[in-house]
């Protein structure tokens, strides 16, 4: 068991029976009222963050969070398939645990698994990927001036907002947690 003086960014906890993330914390002392802390959460299930406050010293329950790198292969549609890059195990891993960058992740691309015993309760992609776009309007010479975005699906089937000159065949590295485009990769 851990105190709130254990308390720091990134620790695991549990919370009300679910694991929750501490992404920022402060301790306050409120005149001549007791001291608390006032921490953000984030559940690692739901990816929703809430404020709690806790007593000075209060006991909470840490957990140990094992970091694996693991290669992504392939998604069969209903969850994503990974292999431990050291037993060559594959494990099935849901979207939700994912985010919204799963998308974005290429076949062979390594991605970062933490895991409570053998359940996998959070991802951390790589921050930006390079793609190839596969399909979008060709580009016309002389529009690199205006800040103007097209649409074009790139490799992995998601579609990003591109610049103008951006033809098919082209590379571009698109950022993983916002899904925009951040520059267009030199051969």
């Known amino acids: 068991m851990a105190t709130t003086a254990d308390f720091r960014v990134g620790m695991v906890i549990k919370f009300n029976g679910e694991l929750h993330r501490i992404e920022e914390y402060i301790?306050?002392?409120?005149?001549?009222?007791?001291?608390?802390?006032?921490?953000?959460?984030?559940?690692?299930?739901?990816?929703?963050?809430?404020?709690?406050?806790?007593?000075?010293?209060?006991?909470v329950e840490e957990v140990r969070l094992?970091?694996?790198?693991?290669?992504?292969?392939?998604?069969?549609?209903?969850?994503y398939q990974f292999m431990d890059k050291e037993t060559y195990e594959q494990i099935p891993v849901s979207d939700t645990v994912l985010g919204d960058g799963a998308k974005f992740i290429k076949e062979g691309e390594t991605v970062i698994l933490m895991l409570v015993g053998h359940e996998v309760v959070s991802a951390e992609l790589p921050f930006n990927v390079a793609l190839k776009v596969v399909e979008t309007v060709p580009g016309v010479r002389g529009d690199t001036a205006?800040?103007?975005?097209?649409?074009?699906?790139?490799?992995?089937?998601?579609?990003?907002?591109?610049?103008?000159?951006?033809?098919?065949?082209?590379?571009?590295?698109?950022?993983?947690?916002s899904g925009e485009y951040l520059e267009r990769v030199k051969n």
């Open 66 to 79: 094992e970091q694996k790198e693991f290669t992504y292969l392939y998604h069969d549609g209903s969850s």
């Open 146 to 177: 205006t800040g103007a975005t097209k649409p074009a699906k790139v490799e992995t089937g998601a579609t990003v907002n591109v610049p103008l000159f951006i033809n098919e065949g082209d590379i571009i590295r698109v950022d993983t947690r």
């Open 27 to 59: 301790h306050r002392t409120p005149g001549n009222l007791r001291a608390f802390v006032q921490a953000k959460l984030r559940n690692l299930r739901t990816g929703r963050v809430t404020e709690n406050r806790f007593r000075s010293g209060e006991e």
